[in-house]
C-alpha cells in the first residue's frame, strides 16, 4: 500500500499556525529535505517524487516524524528571514533586535532539533538484548 504526501503535508501543517498559506513547490522542498534528512538518520522511505506518494505505508510515527523535520527546514527559513530582517543597517534606517524576535525563533529552533533528535534515537532499532 501507498502513503500520499498529503498526508505528512498535514503533519507539518499542524506543527505551527500561519495567517499565510506556503506555496506548494516551496512545501515540496521541505517535504524532499524533510525524505533526506529522514533517510540519512535512520531508512528509507521509498518517495516516489513524481506520483507525490511514498511506495509503502507510512505508520503515524513516520509521518509525524516527517511532517517535524519539514516544519525544522521552515523555521531554518524563518530564522535566516528574521536574521536578516533585524540586522538591517542603512544610511538612514537602522533595525535591530525587533521585539526579540531572534532569540526567540533561535530558541524554537534549537528544542526543534533536540526533539527531533529524542524521535530519531527512539525509532532506531537498538543492538542490545
Known amino acids: 500500500m501507498t502513503t500520499p504526501k498529503s498526508e505528512v503535508i498535514t503533519n507539518f501543517h499542524t506543527e505551527f499556525q500561519s495567517p499565510t498559506a506556503l506555496d506548494s513547490s516551496l512545501e515540496n522542498q ?33 509521518k509525524s516524524a516527517l511532517g517535524k523535520l519539514m516544519y525544522k527546514h521552515y523555521l531554518s527559513r524563518e530564522r535566516d528571514r528574521v536574521l536578516k530582517l533585524n540586522n538591517i543597517v542603512g544610511k ?15 530558541k524554537t529552533h534549537e528544542e526543534l ?12 532499532n537498538n543492538s542490545f538484548e
Not at 92 to 106: E, G, N, P, Q, V
Not at 117 to 123: A, E, G, I, N, T
Open 30 to 62: 521541505f517535504l524532499l529535505k524533510a525524505v533526506a534528512d529522514f533517510e540519512l538518520n535512520l531508512y528509507e522511505v521509498n518517495y516516489d517524487s513524481t506520483n507525490e506518494t511514498f511506495n509503502n505505508d507510512l505508520n503515524q510515527i513516520e
Open 92 to 106: 538612514d534606517i537602522k533595525l535591530t533586535s525587533m521585539a526579540d524576535s531572534k532569540r526567540t525563533i533561535m
Open 113 to 124: 532539533e533536540l526533539e527531533i533528535d529524542k524521535l530519531f534515537s527512539r525509532m532506531k
